[in-house]
């Protein structure tokens, strides 16, 4: 039977484990550089914001009905900040305003063909970012990295659960995130 690296630290565990954790500062980095969605919002939208991008991203992670509050708490905003940016993206013809269809008093949030084209151009051009970090892995390179990573993720997810935003549990089918 396998160890676990938590049940005994070898010489050799005990400095992965401190690779490993230098290398999720440099990615730390990275990603509150916000490099990618940058990289997004020039290349795609360049009349957006990152948190326009958020925003858009955020009604994924919505169970039921997308409203402008539950936008502002799935990204941890102010409601009046959620409200705003929501208001931005129906200008911009991203999203649009419906009546709920449960309760006729309440408003809901609809992303429009136009902003489900951006979130596809989105998707695709982030896939391919990240298809260009990982030119050169093999595919079972690739393949472990892919379950290894939702493994290291998802143990983070349940160490921390009110950590993970609302919606469905992480996808294992390696649709992006």
Not at 75 to 100: F, I
């Amino acid at each position: 039977m396998t160890k676990t690296v938590t049940e005994n630290h070898s010489p050799e565990a005990a400095a992965d484990i401190a690779h490993i954790s230098e290398v999720m500062g440099r990615m730390r980095l990275l990603i509150g550089r916000r490099v990618i969605s940058r990289t997004l919002v020039d290349n795609l939208a360049p009349s957006l914001e990152i948190s326009h991008l958020d925003a858009l991203r955020a009604m994924n992670r919505i169970d039921g009905e997308v409203t402008v509050g539950a936008i502002a708490e799935v990204m941890r905003l102010d409601p009046s900040r959620g409200s705003r940016l929501v208001a931005e993206l129906v200008a911009q013809g991203l999203l649009r305003r419906d009546v709920s269809q449960t309760d006729g008093r309440r408003s809901i949030v609809l992303r429009t063909e136009l902003g489900d084209q951006l979130m596809a151009e989105v998707d695709a051009t982030k896939r391919r970012l990240l298809a260009s970090m990982l030119d050169g892995w093999s595919e079972d390179e690739l393949s472990i990295f892919a379950v290894l990573f939702d493994k290291f993720v998802s143990k983070f997810e349940e160490t921390y659960p009110s950590e993970k935003l609302h919606g469905p549990a992480s996808t294992r089918s390696r649709a992006p995130a």
